[in-house]
Every structure is written in structure tokens, then in C-alpha cells.
């Protein structure tokens, strides 16, 4: 091959590649489907179910149309080849250009099949068809999918390949071509592979990802497969209803802050006790504004005028899980052996204390 069609064909491979698979590059840079068709896919978080019927039949008809792009920059590149008159082209490239028209008009074919009745016959459509109730349609379910996808306590994780979603009633992985959907309440989820990478790209520290199957118990919805930092596990169990399995080779790692919150909750319910008082009322955490206060720090661990600790006598304002993270903010990241024994100041009044002077209330 010539020159031009060498740097043409690596050039536009590159390209193609880029724009399947979709880079950060490429979506700082707006070159993505969603970004070019943004004006007629319309708004995601507006209309969760409608964005991604026609999402998806748009990224199969671009992604179609790639072959025939080659090609029409192969008739500029190899022009000798007179690529532009097909009878008077090579055999190989006849055949090469009649994949290339074949492969957008079946997709052209499929996605107006997709389309007819106002999108019942697409793969989502008849997805969330299996979930309605006999006097209504997948349109119903639909709606309460965009309901919930705008509330803002969602889980949503991933890269947009491949993006794991979950709100109150439905767990979904959102692919280039697909959008895998399943009802919490029907589905089973385990464990099933997980990965050690030595290093994350955005934090340069190992990271393990976590591989999870979901299976539905309605056999016409396809069990499908989400990934995600094992980080994440923890606030993906929060959003789930169903429990989730694990296979017996599969340890998951959890963080460093996460281990000691539970080390951390382990010790502190075997400290003494304190008894609040009749007369005063708990109040809310400060800390996260949502649990109650659940502890209160008092010097245990020594005599009242012996060693480091001080007594404190801040009234109770902290829940057990803000006070572990208190103190694990107050940590040497790189010495954890020494987080159990050290001494922290309290939040409020700055009284320095230890893990055994963590009392829960009573």
C-alpha cells in the first residue's frame, strides 16, 4: 500500500476505535454520540427510558455507518484505485463497499423496526414490558423508572459504556447498545469475580474491582453481569433491598477507613456504658444531621488525673459512625498500626481522648 493510504487507514482505525469505545479525550472534546444527536436524544435525567430508546438505535446506526466512512476516505486516499466508480474498483473492495451499505441498512432495517408503535418493539420496551401490571403497559413502568432516575439518592457508578445505575426499585447497567434493567424485589445478586489492580488511574493506589451477577427470577429478563470498586460495595449494599451473595474464592477488600470504622464500632461496644440523663434529649448528629447521637466521651481508660486523655464535657452530639471518622481523619495514612492507640482532640472542645474513652449511650 501507498503512503497516503497507510496514515489514512491507521488514522481513521484510530479514529473508529475512539469513537466506539468513546475515551475521555473524545468526550471532553464533544465527539461522542450523545454529543452530536444531543438536540434530538433530548435530556437523560428529564427522560430516563425515552433518552436511551433512542440513545441506543442512534449509536447503532452511527457505529454502522463507520465502514462506508473508510471507505469514502479510501476513494481521496487511493484515488488510483478509482474506488469512487465501484464497477471499475478491485473485487475485494467491491465486496468490502457492499458490507459497508449492508451493514447501515440492516441497521436502518432494525431501528425503524425499534421505532414502530412508538418504540414497543425495542429491546428496552420489551424488557420493561415484562414488568407491568396486566391493565397498564411498559410505558407505566417507563415513567417510574424517570421518576426515580431524577431523585438525587440514586447509585450510579461506571464509565459510560458501561454505567451501573440503582434507585429504589430497579438495578440497570446502561452498555453502548443495551440497557439492561431488572426490579429489585425479583432479582438474586452474587459475587462472582474479583479483580486486584496494582494501581487505580485516578488515585495511583490499588484498587479491586468487583464483578456481580445479576439474576432475575422472571425467566424472560437476561441475567447480566455489573462491575465496580470494591470502595463502592459498601454505599451499593446500602441502595440494595436483596442481600448480596458471594462466591467462596471471592474476598472482598474494603477500604482502609471502612476496616477500622468496624474495628472502631467493635471496641467502642464493649467500653462502659453512659447513662443519659432523664431530663436531657438527644439531639440530632452534627456530624452527618441524620442519626442520632449515639455517643459520648468520657475518660475510662485511666484515672481522672492520670496520663494523656482529658476528660470531656461536651453533652452528647455524635453518632458511633461520624466519631470513627473523626478519628480516622486525625490518622497517620501511612502508620495504620498505630490508629487504635492513638489520641485524638474532641471536635467540639478539643479535650484529647482515646478509643476507650468512646462510651455509648444508654
Known amino acids: 500500500m501507498d503512503s497516503p493510504e497507510v496514515t489514512f487507514t491507521l488514522a481513521y482505525l484510530v479514529f473508529a476505535v475512539c469513537f466506539v469505545f468513546t475515551p475521555n479525550e473524545f468526550h471532553s472534546a464533544?465527539?461522542?454520540v450523545q454529543n452530536l444527536l444531543s438536540g434530538w436524544l433530548g435530556s437523560e435525567d428529564a427522560a430516563f427510558v425515552p433518552y436511551h430508546l433512542r440513545r441506543t438505535a442512534a449509536t447503532l446506526l452511527c457505529h454502522s455507518l463507520l465502514p462506508l466512512g473508510y471507505y469514502v476516505g479510501m476513494?481521496?486516499?487511493?484515488?488510483?484505485?478509482?474506488?469512487?466508480?465501484?464497477?471499475?474498483a478491485p473485487e475485494a473492495w467491491r465486496l468490502f463497499l457492499l458490507l459497508a451499505v449492508t451493514l447501515p441498512a440492516a441497521a436502518c432495517i432494525l431501528t425503524y423496526r425499534w421505532s414502530c408503535d412508538r418504540w414497543a418493539h425495542h429491546p428496552l420496551a420489551r424488557t420493561l414490558a415484562h414488568y407491568a401490571l396486566p391493565q397498564s403497559g411498559w410505558r407505566a413502568v417507563a415513567s417510574s423508572i424517570n421518576t426515580e432516575f431524577r431523585r438525587i439518592d440514586k447509585?450510579?457508578?461506571?464509565?459510560?459504556?458501561?454505567?451501573?445505575?440503582?434507585?429504589?426499585?430497579?438495578?440497570?447497567?446502561?452498555?453502548?447498545?443495551h440497557v439492561h434493567v431488572?426490579?429489585?424485589?425479583?432479582?438474586?445478586?452474587?459475587?462472582?469475580?474479583?479483580?486486584?489492580?496494582?494501581?487505580?488511574?485516578?488515585?495511583?493506589?490499588?484498587?479491586?474491582?468487583?464483578?456481580?451477577?445479576?439474576?432475575?427470577?422472571n425467566p424472560y429478563v437476561k441475567a447480566f453481569d455489573i462491575r465496580l470498586n470494591s470502595a463502592e460495595y459498601g454505599e451499593l449494599c446500602e441502595k440494595l433491598r436483596a442481600p448480596i451473595r458471594s462466591a467462596a474464592h471471592v474476598v472482598i477488600h474494603?477500604?482502609?477507613?471502612?476496616?477500622?470504622?468496624?474495628?472502631?464500632?467493635?471496641?467502642?461496644?464493649?467500653?462502659?456504658?453512659?447513662?443519659?440523663p432523664s431530663s436531657q434529649e438527644l439531639e440530632v448528629c452534627i456530624g452527618c444531621m441524620q442519626a442520632r447521637a449515639a455517643v459520648k466521651l468520657v475518660k475510662?481508660?485511666?484515672?481522672?488525673?492520670?496520663?494523656?486523655?482529658?476528660?470531656?464535657?461536651?453533652?452528647?452530639?455524635?453518632?458511633?459512625?461520624?466519631?470513627?471518622?473523626w478519628f480516622a481523619s486525625r490518622q497517620d495514612p501511612q502508620h495504620p498500626e498505630t490508629w487504635l492507640a492513638s489520641r485524638v482532640p474532641c471536635p467540639t472542645c478539643r479535650a484529647r481522648f482515646c478509643i476507650l474513652d468512646v462510651c455509648t449511650i444508654r
Open 182 to 217: 431488572a426490579q429489585q424485589q425479583d432479582v438474586h445478586l452474587t459475587v462472582t469475580e474479583s479483580r486486584q489492580h496494582e494501581l487505580s488511574p485516578d488515585s495511583n493506589l490499588p484498587v479491586q474491582f468487583l464483578t456481580i451477577r445479576v439474576a432475575g427470577t
Open 155 to 177: 447509585f450510579a457508578t461506571g464509565a459510560p459504556g458501561a454505567r451501573v445505575i440503582v434507585t429504589d426499585t430497579w438495578v440497570m447497567k446502561v452498555t453502548t447498545y
Open 300 to 325: 475510662t481508660c485511666q484515672e481522672a488525673d492520670a496520663g494523656q486523655c482529658q476528660q470531656c464535657y461536651c453533652r452528647p452530639m455524635w453518632c458511633l459512625t461520624c466519631m470513627g471518622k
Open 75 to 88: 476513494c481521496f486516499a487511493a484515488s488510483e484505485k478509482q474506488l469512487y466508480v465501484p464497477s471499475q
Open 254 to 276: 474494603q477500604s482502609l477507613g471502612d476496616l477500622f470504622l468496624e474495628t472502631f464500632a467493635s471496641v467502642v461496644e464493649v467500653n462502659p456504658a453512659y447513662s443519659v
Open 30 to 32: 464533544g465527539l461522542t
